[in-house]
C-alpha cells in the first residue's frame, strides 16, 4: 500500500469493527499517542491490537454523523492527514464537531507511528467535562 492507502484505512478505522486485513498495516511495536488528549483521557496507545481496540471503541461514545473524506500529503517517510468529525456523544447528547491532523511515520510498508492532534476543549465539552 501507499503512504497514502496506509493512513487511509487507518483513519478510516474510526468507529468500525476490526476485520481481516486491519492489523497488517502496522508494525508490531506501533505507537499511536493522541498528542493534546485532556488529563484522565488516552494518551498513548501502543502495539496493533490496542489501537485496533480503541479506534473500534470510539462507536460506543459517539455516533458518527459526518465524516468528509481526509486530505493527506505524502512524506518521504509517511504521510500527513487533515480531516473533520462530525458527531453525537452517546452520553448526553451533545455534538461533537472536530478537526484532527494526523501524522504517521511509515517504515517498510507499515505504520510505526501516528501522532493525532486535536482540540481537547471540544472533547471535554462533548462530554459535558466543561
Not at 511495536?29 to 498528542?35: A, E, K, N, S
Not at 465524516?67 to 448526553?92: F, H, W
Request: charged residues 25%.
Amino acid at each position: 500500500m501507499s503512504h497514502t492507502e496506509l493512513l487511509l484505512h487507518h483513519v478510516g478505522l474510526v468507529g468500525r469493527p476490526t476485520v481481516d486485513g486491519d492489523r497488517e498495516i502496522y508494525h508490531e511495536d506501533v505507537v499511536m499517542t493522541l498528542m493534546y488528549s485532556p488529563e484522565g483521557h488516552t494518551h498513548t496507545l501502543e502495539g496493533p491490537d490496542t489501537i485496533l481496540r480503541f479506534m473500534a471503541r470510539i462507536e460506543q461514545f459517539f455516533e458518527i454523523v459526518s465524516r468528509p473524506a481526509p486530505r493527506i500529503v505524502e512524506t518521504s517517510n509517511g504521510a500527513l492527514a487533515e480531516y473533520q468529525g462530525d458527531m453525537i456523544c452517546k452520553e448526553n447528547g451533545n455534538v461533537y464537531k472536530q478537526d484532527y491532523v494526523a501524522v504517521a511515520e511509515i517504515t517498510d510498508g507499515k505504520i510505526k507511528t501516528v501522532r493525532e492532534y486535536y482540540d481537547p476543549i471540544r472533547v471535554l465539552k462533548a462530554f459535558g467535562e466543561m
